[in-house]
């Protein structure tokens, strides 16, 4: 059935009505919104130069602006020596039979700015731009082969320059058709597309308003957020595309994004240490991510004492502002400096640009790496305190430089710190780790390596100066170092009462907020803490080597002139040849002839020149007069206390009064000359037996203890037991000396193994027995003994019961014969 003519009609007016309308909204003009935000287009460095001439002559001679060099004309820009390689240079060309080295007549582009490596772009084609697969090392001056696939070919997509370098070597990159808007990181790399910037340049007044200057910031990116370096300092792929460059990030906008770009993992062997130090080029960035540094920020909100100061150090905002300030006052127009942050609108943490500066000038002498500053002003400007003791901060700079902060302890320096040549903040934190082989960069996670690390290729901080000491030794020094710091620390923390000087607890907090535990300065924390220690009772704390060391060194020879029994006894003594003997001097030439041994192990050290006037440790060290006035006539002191003894016999190298002061000798006041001859360190009593024997008479009446070793035909001695002394692996470092006298389980088990697991012991002869019972034999005596047990309690069992029997016959007759009565 038709439908009614009408509603046809009807129909076909709606239909015209809606066609009409959508005509309208067609012709109309664009939504508001997207008038609000119009997409920026690239428009190439040369609309920069009108506005940002200086900078922009800076930036032409720039590494940035060198990533990628046009030599198809010009092959002077090359560094190569053409006439070596032919090897490393040999590849097919295209419509080319036979395999040949390639020229310079081959290369289109240079990839590199000449620091580290030079490597060659070769066109294929009009959209085919392809990498040579040898390079030259720049620092070695030879040719190396550039190896990113079995083969090379034009083909070959591992050698792709489009899809594999473009987008961190070019501005505006094509990656598809393999063209660019400028050749190298020109301006709109780090700034973002400048067609808005550059319309809004050109209709401003001439000087721009206050709005027009907020409009034409607002343009394009002035962020100094890192992920504008991150997009090419950086490891990581295109999700998409698979490419290691995020073709579709732009300044300012979210780099790691899912969708944009992400970073390779930290569990990648191929880009990662197992130290959590990069391992291939370009890993800046990530690297920075797993720093402090890039925390800095969001570790700082929320602490107490914080205010928009703080900014200083911890947000890379407040210096950006002021290269923005000095560029306007230069003719850059850059703007005005935005309203100051605060602590609460501040976004970023120690960025890029705190310590490198994008657009510095290459000037002969200046810092490397486009950096503000020589790296070491650079650290120490935010690793240092104005008021150290207020526990805020951390004195890095007061302690490396040993500048006096407490008034009752003098500064001193660290000898790496008063060496010109010596290491500094970078040296340790920043370590030169291996990349691609054949070079290597500064690390930016910010930590040392560490002398326990044992990774093939890598080399820790410490080694990369002290060639001659194990790595062992090294992180022994380390470990033991900051263990005996710590625990000192815990210990005057522990005897701090109300009465307590307020240095004492500032020294403590000085010593905690350096962060090291001496490593920034051993010497330094030794003083700090021997002077605390003093301070709060501990009347036996160590004398500072250094008080030792000032003493006027007197020739030994001069006191053998009246002295003459007691220099026949020392002159072969241990201290005699402190410096002299053979473990000391194999150690010494190992560790590189440390000058600062000397201080312990020789006489008359000069911290200041690193020279001795002695060798081995001489008469006046410990005998001296008051104030160095001439003896005779002047009397002699005695350096004979455990103190004086302790400034060379603490710490990690030779514990030995440490463990003295944890013992109880030092609670009944039982000093070192009270065991030890002083002028040939030998016993007081001749032996080590007669010596200990002097105050424990009754130890040495136990027979079985103080017997014979069967085995050995050996006496027992008492060191076997109360001092067991044990070094570290590679020798150098003592472990314990046992003068705590203390007796471990260990010890014991050594004769009589492990007794309460009934484990023989493989000394059972020593106690009159010739062989050691088998487990067989030790069950049937078990066995044994469970039988002669229950036979015990059956006999009494049946020895009770007949007693009281007897017991009841005694009380019926005692009742029978009371009756009788």
Not at 59 to 76: C, E, G, I
Not at 147 to 158: D, M
Not at 397 to 403: A, H, S, V, Y
Not at 594 to 612: K, L, P, Q, R
Request: glycine share 8%; with cysteine; aromatic share 6%.
């Amino acid at each position: 059935m038709r439908r009614p003519l009408p509603f046809q009609m009807i129909g076909c007016g709606l239909l015209l009505v809606l066609m009409g309308v959508t005509l309208l909204l067609v012709s109309s003009p664009s939504p508001a919104h997207a008038q609000e935000n119009p997409t920026a287009d690239y428009v190439g460095a040369k609309n920069c130069v009108n506005c940002h001439r200086e900078l922009s002559r800076i930036h032409t001679d720039s590494a940035h602006a060198r990533a990628l060099q046009d030599v198809s004309r010009d092959k002077s820009k090359i560094l190569a020596d053409f006439a070596a390689g032919e090897t490393e240079r040999t590849v097919t060309f295209p419509n080319e039979t036979a395999p040949r080295p390639f020229t310079k007549d081959d290369v289109a582009f240079v990839i590199g700015a000449g620091k580290y490596a030079e490597r060659y772009v070769y066109r294929a084609s009009r959209t085919l731009l392809v990498v040579l697969p040898a390079e030259w090392n720049i620092a070695e001056k030879r040719w190396q082969p550039y190896k990113l696939a079995e083969t090379w070919s034009v083909e070959t997509p591992e050698y792709n320059f489009a899809e594999r370098c473009m987008g961190c070597h070019v501005t505006d990159p094509d990656v598809r058709r393999a063209r660019f808007g400028d050749i190298g990181v020109q301006c709109e790399a780090c700034h973002g597309p400048g067609s808005l910037h550059v319309d809004l340049a050109r209709k401003a007044a001439k000087p721009p308003t206050p709005d027009q200057l907020t409009a034409l910031r607002g343009a394009i990116s002035l962020s100094v957020d890192s992920q504008t370096c991150g997009q090419c300092h950086s490891q990581g792929t295109a999700p998409e595309t698979k490419r290691p460059f995020p073709a579709d990030y732009r300044p300012g906008g979210n780099l790691l994004d899912p969708n944009t770009f992400v970073l390779t993992p930290r569990n990648a062997p191929d880009h990662w240490w197992a130290t959590g130090h990069g391992k291939s080029a370009n890993m800046q960035y990530n690297e920075w991510l797993a720093s402090a540094h890039a925390q800095s920020l969001a570790g700082l909100k929320g602490a107490e004492k914080v205010d928009a100061a703080c900014l200083t150090c911890h947000s890379a905002e407040p210096d950006f502002l002021a290269r923005q300030a000095a560029a306007v006052a230069a003719g850059n127009r850059l703007g005005e400096a935005p309203a100051p942050l605060t602590i609460d609108n501040a976004k970023f943490g120690v960025e890029c640009v705190a310590c490198h500066n994008p657009h510095a000038e290459r000037k002969e002498g200046d810092p490397p790496f486009n950096l503000r500053a020589d790296s070491y002003t650079l650290c120490i400007n935010c690793h240092q305190d104005t008021a150290v003791t207020d526990g805020l901060h951390h004195p890095v700079r007061e302690m490396f430089e040993g500048l006096t902060v407490i008034a009752e302890v003098p500064g001193v320096p660290n000898k790496h710190f008063t060496d010109p040549k010596g290491p500094r903040c970078t040296t340790c934190h920043m370590a030169q780790v291996p990349i691609e082989g054949s070079f290597s960069a500064a690390s930016h996670f910010d930590k040392p390596i560490f002398p326990s690390v044992n990774i093939e290729g890598l080399k820790d901080s410490c080694t990369v100066c002290h060639t001659n000491v194990t790595p062992a030794s090294l992180q022994t020094f380390i470990t033991n170092s900051q263990n005996s710091t710590k625990t000192r620390v815990t210990a005057i923390k522990n005897g701090i009462k109300a009465g307590t000087a307020q240095w004492v607890k500032e020294t403590i907090t000085f010593i905690e907020m350096d962060g090291s535990w001496g490593i920034h300065n051993h010497r330094y924390t030794e003083a700090l803490l021997t002077a605390a220690e003093r301070a709060i009772g501990l009347r036996s704390a160590p004398a500072p080597s250094g008080e030792i060391g000032a003493r006027p060194a007197v020739s030994p020879n001069e006191c053998a002139e009246c002295h003459t029994n007691e220099y026949e006894l020392w002159k072969n003594s241990p201290h005699a040849k402190a410096s002299l003997n053979e473990k000391f001097q194999a150690q010494w030439i190992k560790q590189g002839k440390t000058a600062f041994c000397a201080d312990c192990h020789a006489s008359g050290y000069d911290a200041a020149t690193g020279t001795h006037a002695f060798e081995g440790i001489v008469c006046s060290t410990c005998h001296y007069t008051d104030d160095g006035v001439a003896h005779p006539p002047g009397p002699i002191q005695l350096a004979n206390s455990a103190a004086e003894c302790g400034s060379c016999h603490n710490g990690a190298h030779a514990p030995s009064y440490n463990e003295w002061f944890a013992s109880t000798h030092k609670d009944y006041k039982v000093d070192c000359v009270d065991c030890h001859t002083p002028h040939n360190n030998g016993q007081k009593l001749g032996t080590v037996n007669a010596t200990c024997g002097g105050c424990h008479a009754d130890a040495l009446k136990d027979q079985v203890h103080m017997g014979i070793d069967k085995n050995t035909g050996k006496a027992f001695s008492c060191v076997d037991c109360h001092m067991k002394r044990v070094t570290d692996p590679s020798g150098v470092f003592v472990v314990s000396t046992g003068h705590s006298m203390q007796v471990s389980p260990g010890t014991c088990s050594n004769c009589h193994g492990g007794l309460h697991a009934l484990q023989p012991s493989p000394r059972d002869a020593i106690h009159g027995g010739t062989n050691a019972p088998t487990t067989e034999e030790l069950q049937a005596q078990i066995k044994a003994l469970e039988a002669q047990a229950q036979n015990n309690w059956a006999s009494g069992m049946a020895g009770g019961a007949v007693g009281m029997l007897i017991v009841g016959l005694i009380a019926v007759l005692v009742v029978r014969r009371g009756k009788l009565f």
